[in-house]
């Protein structure tokens, strides 16, 4: 099976534009996990996706946002860009199955820098 | 709320030397515990993982794990260490059923020939 991929796999943008990553997940997998990894913070959670329902969300301000496909590819969306919006932005998904965590697979990330 | 703390930004050990990373953990409910690695510019792979039954956990590349609830630890250990090893490891925990990770602030172990 293909892993999960993101694109693009490098970003520049200017403050104050917008941005839109796509993650693809593994064939089969209808859940979708996005993180932000920086120097500072470290690796933090942002939402996550299920059948194309938000079911989870990390403290991220509104400029933060996603969606999921019937097809579960997923993408997120980060308006008025910041500095400090420079990561390393991972998606993973995951075989979610009722009541049980299901492993989670890494796509190998977008690195975004805002200048 | 769910916390990691790994002990040490930096690990130095030698090729052969037993490896040890330690992770502590808090969680209010039983938590599912997770060792992850990343090599540069890549994601992260899982190494083991720890959710119910037997609390010693092996995992790839001969890593393994023990949950200690005693200790709210879930320190990653592998007996003899190898240059490939080298890189970047995360200790994660969950909640059951949820699917959110809370990682650690991360190990970067260097092997030394």
């Known amino acids: 099976k293909a892993g999960v991929t993101q694109t693009p796999r490098y970003l520049i943008k200017t403050r104050g534009q917008q941005v839109t990553l796509s993650c693809s997940p593994i064939s089969g997998h209808r859940s979708v996990s996005w993180y932000q990894q920086t120097p500072g913070q470290g690796l933090q959670f942002l939402f996550e996706y299920f059948s194309e329902t938000q079911r989870n969300k990390g403290n991220f301000p509104g400029r933060f946002s996603g969606r999921q496909f019937s097809n579960s590819r997923s993408e997120m969306n980060v308006s008025t860009l910041e500095l400090g919006d420079s990561a390393l932005y991972l998606c993973a998904s995951s075989l979610k199955t009722s009541g049980v965590i299901g492993e989670q697979f890494f796509g190998p990330g977008t690195r975004l820098t805002v200048l | 709320a769910q916390s990691v703390t790994q002990l040490g930004s930096h690990v130095s050990v030698s090729e052969g030397a037993l490896v040890l990373l330690r992770c502590n953990y808090s969680?209010?409910?039983?938590?599912?515990l997770f060792w992850y690695v990343q090599y540069p510019n890549q994601g992260l792979q899982l190494l083991l993982k720890?959710?119910?039954?037997?609390?010693l956990v092996k995992g790839i590349n001969g890593f393994e794990a023990e949950f200690k609830k005693s200790e709210t630890s879930f320190h990653l250990t592998k007996p003899s260490a190898h240059m490939s090893d080298a890189a970047e490891y995360f200790c994660?925990?969950?909640?059951?059923?949820?699917?959110?990770?809370?990682f650690g602030t991360g190990t970067r172990l260097l092997v030394s020939p």
């Open positions: 969680s209010s409910v039983p938590p599912y």
């Open positions: 994660a925990v969950s909640e059951a059923g949820f699917q959110k990770l809370v």
């Open positions: 720890y959710t119910t039954g037997a609390t």
